[in-house]
């Protein structure tokens, strides 16, 4: 499979996912913990069919020294006992805040109470932009059928 677009050709695409990227950094250095950001980014990426960032983000966190068992667990988190309560608040913001489309109300009062319990305003805050980041990206890659299986760990700095 190729992509319709190549990303690193595009000066115009470049420039956007610096931005992207800066934000990214800000995060990284966030008190969210790094695990939980992981974990966001891979269900959200199953969750929009995105098989580039769900390899990216299967592979990061492994790298990170995440395990195996938790991240084949992600897409059965609800079932699954390898999460704690604060991650499983992060997953279902995610999962809402993915599937705005889904739901007219959006993102229920219901989940929002539930990571406030477990989180501060900053790490509220770290949660609704790692939502938000990782849907642009799904949705960029999505849109220009980028291939997924190549990606190595630090391969974009």
């Not at 849907?135 to 960029?140: E, G, H, K, S």
Request: aromatic share 6%; charged share 20%.
């Amino acid at each position: 499979m190729e992509a319709r677009l190549d990303y690193l050709a595009s000066p115009l695409v470049m420039k956007v996912v610096k931005h992207i990227n800066a934000a990214q950094a800000v995060l990284h250095d966030s008190a969210l913990p790094a695990a939980t950001q992981e974990l966001m980014k891979l269900r959200a990426s199953q969750i929009n069919g995105c098989g580039f960032c769900t390899d990216m983000h299967i592979k990061d966190a492994l790298h990170a020294g995440e395990g195996q068992q938790r991240l084949n667990l992600v897409a059965a988190w609800r079932e699954a006992k390898v999460f704690t309560d604060p991650e499983r608040a992060a997953l279902e913001l995610t999962e809402q805040g993915t599937r705005i489309a889904d739901a007219a109300g959006g993102v229920t009062d219901e989940a929002w109470a539930t990571a406030a319990k477990y989180y501060d305003d900053e790490q509220l805050a770290a949660l609704v932009t790692v939502i938000a980041l990782i849907n642009a990206y799904n949705r960029m890659n999505v849109i220009v059928r980028q291939p997924a299986g190549d990606y190595q760990p630090g391969q974009f700095g």
